[in-house]
C-alpha cells in the first residue's frame, strides 16, 4: 500500500492470488455450478459477506456506496479471478451490476441504502421488467403506478422475475401515464417485496430449479423517494441498464464459459472430435471476450455504449450455444446417463446456454437493433 502525505491511495488486491490463497478455507461457502440452486444462493450470500469483510468485493464501486473505489475494469478483474481459482460466481453479482449501476446513477440516495446489503451478503435483488403480455416489446407493459398523497400505489404483475423468490428488493418497470404514451410513461420503482399486497410465486423450470418467479403486486405501496430516475423517465434508466445487463454479463459469462471450457479440455481433450468442437467454441469465446474487454472498459470510462452492446449480447448467445453444445458433444454419454452432480452441473449449463438467446432480449431483436441503430439498414417490413 501506498501512501501520501493527507492523502490515502490504496492499491487493489491481486484477487487471484488472494482467492488462490484462501480457497480452503472458503470451499464451503464456493457456490459450485453442480450444487442445487437454494445451497448455491446460500453459500453467494455467505460468500459475499466474506469477501466484503476481507476487502475483496466492493473493488470497482464508490467508497460512498460502501465498496473500496475503482471502477468497471476492477469488477471485470474479480469477475474473471473467482472463475478461474474454482469459485462458482456468487448469485447475485448480476443482479449487483445491472441494478446496482442504475440506483448508483440515477438514485445515489438509494444506493448507499441498498448497496451494502449486497456487498455484505444480507440481501437479493431483482428485476421486475418482463410480464406476461411484454417482453421484447417491453413499452407495451400493464402494471401501474398511480402517484398518491405520499408516493405510489403498484398494480400488476411480472414474470421470469430471476431469484424473486429470494429477493428482498425488486425494480419494477410500472406505467405512470397513458399507455398510448409506449416508452414516455415508464417509471422505474425500488420495490420492497415484503410490502403489504406482494405475492411471488416461484416457476418451476425444465432443470427442476425455481429459477424464476411470478411477482404480483396488489395496491403496494412505495414511498416517493423510491423512484429510480425521474418520474416518466423509466426508459431511460431501462436503457442505461440494460448495458450491464448485456455487457457486464456478457463478461461474467465469458468468464465461467473459460472455466467449462478448461474443464472439458481436461475431461474429454482425447476425444476424437475434440480438436474440431472446442475450436469453433474456442473461437466464438475468444471474440466475445475480445469485445467484452472493450465494452468494460469504455464503460468504466463512463461511456454510453448505446445499441453497440447488442454486438456483445449476440456474440455472447453464440459462444454460449458452442461451449455448451461442445461440451454436450464431446460427454454425450455423462450429458444423457449421468447421474451424479457433475452430469446434472453439464446439463443444467446446456438448458441455461439455450436461455441466452432470450434473456436480457431476445436475439432476433438485437439483430434488429444492430441492422437498424448501428449499421442504419432500412427498417424490415414487420407487417403480417
Ligand atoms: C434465463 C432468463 C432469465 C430472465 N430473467 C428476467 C428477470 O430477472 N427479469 C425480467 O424482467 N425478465 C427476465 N427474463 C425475461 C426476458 O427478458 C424475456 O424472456 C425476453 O425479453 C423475451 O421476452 P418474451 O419471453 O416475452 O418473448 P417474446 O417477446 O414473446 O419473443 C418470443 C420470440 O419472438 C421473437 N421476436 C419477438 N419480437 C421480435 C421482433 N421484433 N423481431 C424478430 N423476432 C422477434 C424472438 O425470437 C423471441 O425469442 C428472463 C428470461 C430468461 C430466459
Known amino acids: 500500500m501506498t501512501m501520501t502525505e493527507g492523502f490515502h491511495v490504496k492499491t487493489r488486491p491481486d484477487f487471484v492470488a488472494w482467492l488462490t490463497e484462501h480457497a480452503a478455507e472458503l470451499a464451503d461457502l464456493n457456490p459450485r455450478p453442480d450444487d442445487e440452486l437454494e445451497t448455491r444462493v446460500d453459500k453467494s450470500l455467505a460468500l459475499l459477506g466474506r469477501l466484503h469483510a476481507d476487502g475483496i468485493i466492493g473493488w470497482g464501486w464508490a467508497e460512498d456506496l460502501g465498496g ?124 420492497d417485496l415484503e410490502s403489504p399486497g406482494v405475492t411471488v410465486r416461484p416457476l418451476q423450470t425444465t432443470t427442476g430449479e425455481a429459477e424464476f418467479s411470478e411477482v404480483f403486486f396488489d395496491a403496494v405501496s412505495v414511498p416517493a423517494d423510491h423512484v429510480i430516475g425521474e418520474v416518466d423517465g423509466g426508459w431511460k434508466v431501462a436503457m442505461h441498464l440494460l448495458q450491464y445487463e448485456r455487457g457486464m454479463w456478457a463478461w461474467q459469462r465469458q468468464a465461467i464459459m473459460h472455466a467449462s471450457l478448461d474443464d472439458l479440455i481436461a475431461k474429454a481433450g482425447s476425444h476424437p472430435a475434440a480438436a474440431e468442437t472446442v475450436g469453433a467454441a474456442y473461437v466464438a469465446l475468444a471474440a466475445l471476450r475480445a469485445r467484452s474487454r472493450q465494452t468494460v472498459e469504455r464503460l468504466a470510462r463512463g461511456e ?44 443444467g449449463e446446456w438448458y441455461y446456454s439455450r436461455a441466452a438467446s432470450v434473456y436480457g432480449g431476445a436475439v432476433e431483436v438485437q439483430k434488429n437493433i444492430i441492422a437498424e441503430h448501428v449499421l442504419g439498414l432500412p427498417r424490415e417490413d414487420r407487417r403480417g
Open 304 to 347: 454510453r455504449l448505446g445499441p453497440e452492446v447488442s454486438i456483445d449480447k449476440t456474440l455472447l448467445s453464440s459462444a454460449e450455444h458452442l461451449v455448451n453444445d461442445a461440451v454436450r458433444a464431446l460427454r454425450l454419454n455423462d450429458f444423457l446417463f449421468g447421474d451424479d452432480a457433475d452430469a446434472n452441473r453439464i446439463r
Open 68 to 191: 473500496f473505489g475503482g471502477d468497471a475494469t476492477d469488477r471485470a478483474a474479480l469477475y474473471d479471478a473467482l472463475t478461474a481459482t474454482g469459485f462458482g460466481m456468487p448469485e447475485q453479482v448480476g443482479a449487483l451490476e445491472v441494478l446496482g449501476s442504475a440506483l448508483t446513477t440515477f438514485a445515489p440516495e438509494l444506493a448507499r441504502r441498498a448497496l451494502p446489503a449486497v456487498f455484505e451478503g444480507r440481501e437479493l435483488w431483482c428485476q421486475g421488467f418482463s410480464e406476461p403480455e411484454a417482453g421484447s416489446d417491453l413499452a407495451s407493459l400493464r402494471t401501474t403506478a398511480k402517484q398518491t398523497s405520499d408516493g405510489w400505489v403498484i398494480d400488476g404483475q411480472k414474470v421470469w422475475t430471476s431469484l424473486g423468490h429470494r429477493s428482498r428488493w425488486c425494480g419494477v418497470l410500472a406505467r405512470t401515464g397513458a399507455p398510448e404514451g409506449r416508452h414516455r410513461t415508464l417509471t422505474l420503482f425500488w420495490v
